[in-house]
């Protein structure tokens, strides 16, 4: 066979690149689609005009679950679409060429490091916050694809960046079943941004972390230590940039004529007002998911996207206020859950600052990898503890020891114990010494000090804690299930059998009992009515 005469064009090597870059997201037939969707077939690009469009993110009404909300954050949700296409795309005069498409695709939604992506989130906000006139705190010095950020946020900017990127995230999880015309609701996201707070303020700024204004707060939090805090805290945060995009351009893929496609489900989206009957809120929910990656994250963000206020949340097994208090109420709820649990606990404690008596209300959390087991021993193969409220922080296990989990119920059988076990709810430290501990009628909490815990990572459960053990009063108790719809049909199949047995053990069959002349109940009546008689065994 002689040499090839094709005169195909050859493909250029920069196009090659970004298209093998795509095609390993797996992205690249979307990425093809929404290009041709959006391209002016005269210029063979995409014009500025409809790419702003497709990235768009404000939103004509938001509701808060706090009252506070800064002034600049409407505008910082109507710019940062253009932000991004000015810092990824790079558009041309003519518009937005496919490689250069390709490009800012893979800049946002590549395999890339969440450093990286940290990094380029700080970037577009910083970005916007300049386009809306407002001066810049931070500083960026380019090295090639590199670049340093050097100056500090202040607790409103933090309260903004948060929740710039939990607008991100509640665009691509609900922009495809409501599109544009959804309500966006802002949560109440002050114990994160108290969490960066506490964790980056230089030494010597005093906080009172129990009654803070943070739209007041003048404590500068450093970018360098921001950073570190996010990755250690809030690891999935960068994950809301990339999956905005993503959803954008799919969203630009499946339009019809300019015309939205409808044939998406449509999502139950609670009011703030709903949403705060659970001791778990929005805003906690989706820091907690924040923590996590795969599908505890995913069951977490649909508690976070989809609470409603009727106390009959899919996810929710169990809840003191609402199936009553006590060891044996909470075990007839979460009996035959083999999944991932997350135990809420809202207690209150006495405050000991200045001999006041003032009442403290604070939150913690547990998550566990497995259901719940009947035992005198710890069990588990993982987990978290969290602080929830009033300030985040999330404590992974160190690998020393592996006492995630403690839960005892009281023997079915009556028998002596000359040791008896704790009978009651109970997460690191020793038997005895437990880091958390939930008394068996859900009345009292008690929290220890790290030192006796080698299970979870060191830190305080709540502000102020001290050395001392801490016996606090519970106010509420919420057990969620992440383990998905498989978990929940089994738990269901395992109720029903228990069911059918129990219904089985009530059915009496008379014929297996003998006759009242020769039942020992009869005998002891009749001693009873006359001891003296005598009378003969039969034999």
Not at 13 to 35: I, N, W, Y
Not at 476 to 490: C, H, M, P, R
Not at 512 to 526: G, I, N, R, Y
Request: net charge negative; with cysteine.
């Amino acid at each position: 066979m002689g040499a090839s005469t094709s005169t195909e064009k050859k493909v250029p090597d920069d196009q090659r690149e970004a298209e093998a870059l795509a095609a390993s997201t797996g992205a690249l037939p979307q990425l093809q689609s929404a290009f041709s969707k959006l391209v002016d077939p005269q210029t063979n690009a995409i014009p500025f005009e409809s790419l702003q469009k497709c990235f768009f993110l404000g939103y004509e009404n938001q509701t808060q679950e706090t009252a506070a909300v800064p002034e600049s954050f409407p505008g910082i949700l109507d710019h940062v679409g253009l932000t991004i296409i000015e810092m990824f795309f790079i558009p041309e005069k003519g518009g937005v060429t496919w490689v250069e498409f390709l490009k800012g695709y893979n800049k946002c939604c590549g395999k890339i490091s969440a450093s990286v992506l940290l990094n380029a989130l700080i970037r577009v906000f910083d970005a916007t916050m300049v386009k809306l006139g407002l001066p810049s705190k931070l500083e960026f010095t380019s090295y090639e694809d590199e670049f340093k950020m050097t100056g500090f946020l202040l607790p409103s900017d933090v309260l903004m960046l948060l929740w710039m990127c939990w607008a991100m995230f509640w665009d691509s999880s609900t922009f495809k079943a409501l599109g544009s015309k959804s309500n966006l609701i802002l949560p109440d996201i002050n114990n994160l941004v108290l969490s960066s707070v506490a964790s980056c303020a230089e030494v010597g700024s005093t906080v009172n972390i129990w009654d803070c204004d943070i739209l007041g707060l003048g404590v500068e939090v450093p970018i360098g230590k921001f950073l570190t805090w996010a990755v250690k805290t809030v690891p999935s945060l960068p994950d809301g940039f990339s999956r905005f995009v993503h959803a954008r351009i799919l969203q630009a893929s499946t339009k019809e004529d300019g015309v939205e496609s409808s044939s998406s489900p449509t999502v139950d989206i609670a009011s703030p007002e709903t949403s705060n009957s659970f001791v778990l809120t929005c805003g906690t929910a989706w820091a907690v998911s924040l923590t996590q990656r795969g599908g505890i994250r995913d069951e977490m963000s649909k508690i976070c996207f989809s609470i409603s206020g009727d106390g009959n949340h899919e996810h929710l097994l169990y809840r003191s206020s609402l199936h009553g208090r006590g060891l044996n109420r909470f075990w007839s709820n979460i009996e035959g859950y083999q999944g991932p649990l997350f135990v809420v606990v809202h207690a209150a404690s006495g405050d000991t600052r200045d001999d006041s008596t003032n009442e403290l209300k604070w939150t913690v959390g547990v998550l566990t990898f497995q259901g719940f087991e009947n035992r005198d021993l710890f069990y588990g193969s993982g987990g978290n503890i969290y602080a929830l409220s009033p300030v985040f922080h999330v404590y992974s296990a160190t690998g020393k020891e592996k006492n995630f989990v403690y839960s005892h119920l009281h023997p079915s059988a009556r028998v002596y114990e000359p040791h008896p076990k704790p009978v009651g709810l109970g997460f690191g430290g020793t038997m005895g010494n437990e880091r958390l501990f939930i008394d068996e009628d859900f009345a009292r909490v008690t929290v220890r000090h790290h030192v006796v815990d080698k299970t979870y990572q060191p830190g305080p459960l709540f502000p102020d804690q001290g050395f001392l053990p801490v016996e606090a009063s519970i106010l509420d108790v919420e057990i969620w299930g992440l383990g998905g719809s498989t978990a929940k049909e089994i738990q269901n199949s395992y109720k029903k059998r228990e069911e059918l047995f129990t219904e089985q053990r009530r059915k009496v069959d008379l014929k297996t009992f003998a006759s009242w002349e020769d039942s020992p109940e009869k005998m002891m009546l009749d001693m009873m009515s006359d001891p003296n008689a005598v009378r003969r065994e039969d034999r």
